[in-house]
T-cell receptor, first 113, second 112 residues
Framework: SAVISQKPSRDICQRGTSLTIQCQVDSQVTMMFWYRQQPGQSLTLIATANQGSEATYESGFVIDKFPISRPNLTFSTLTVSNMSPEDSSIYLC??????????FGPGTRLTVT | DQQVKQNSPSLSVQEGRISILNCDYT??????FLWYKKYPAEGPTFLIS?????DKNEDGRFTVFLNKSAKHLSLHIVPSQPGDSAVYFC???????????FGTGTSLTVIP
């Protein structure tokens, strides 16, 4: 398993601004992922954060809106750009160990006003 | 299209009784299923999993049953305890292993 921390834990942001969420893991991991959980919805995978290369985005998510960095094997950031109230969600990073094994961070609760 | 569905958004059970949480899926390529538990202000934590080669997996008070023909799985908690009160998500993945598909969650309340 791994200990995963996220910053900030929550934030309230103005429409049109951007927020960068940080994810730190206590050990080196190959697979890191970013999820979104909108109110009343399931967890939806935004992208896989690849170390040393561009992130792999799922259908419906684009790099211009959700740029991701992965500078090393223990750290990643997700930026929510040009925010609108529809971006109000919980954003979670997770790490994967081999097949079928994922552990989640505590999440960042974002409210856009 | 929601490939994993949890049709009961909430469930209340008396302490000591059995809690049964249900999950349905549509994609026949899914071969691995997981249950996660989530407390408020925390991320989901892994609870129990089952491979499609099995129809039952047990871990202490938690048992997951898989019915492949019905594309249905369930989580049984016996006996239920107040500390089990949380949101439970089921998730499924195909043999690539990296993409998890989650249900919308069931909020379980165990009444003392």
């Amino acid at each position: 398993s791994a200990v995963i921390s996220q910053k900030p834990s929550r934030d309230i942001c103005q429409r049109g601004t951007s927020l960068t969420i940080q994810c730190q893991v206590d050990s080196q991991v190959t697979m890191m992922f970013w999820y979104r959980q909108q109110p009343g919805q399931s967890l939806t995978l935004i992208a896989t954060a690849n170390q040393g290369s561009e992130a792999t985005y799922e259908s419906g998510f684009v790099i211009d809106k959700f740029p991701i960095s992965r500078p090393n094997l223990t750290f990643s950031t997700l930026t929510v750009s040009n925010m609108s109230p529809e971006d109000s969600s919980i954003y979670l990073c997770s790490v994967g160990f081999g097949l079928h094994e994922q552990y989640f961070g505590p999440g960042t609760r974002l409210t856009v006003t | 299209d929601q490939q994993v569905k949890q049709n009961s958004p909430s469930l209340s059970v008396q302490e000591g009784r059995i809690s049964i949480l249900n999950c349905d899926y549509t994609n026949s390529m899914f071969d691995y299923f997981l249950w996660y538990k989530k407390y408020p202000a925390e991320g989901p934590t892994f609870l129990i999993s089952i491979s499609s080669i099995k129809d039952k997996n047990e871990d202490g008070r938690f048992t997951v049953f898989l019915n492949k023909s019905a594309k249905h799985l369930s989580l049984h908690i016996v006996p239920s305890q107040p500390g089990d009160s949380a949101v439970y998500f089921c998730a499924a993945s195909a043999n690539t292993g990296n993409q998890f598909y989650f249900g919308t969650g069931t909020s379980l309340t165990v009444i003392p």
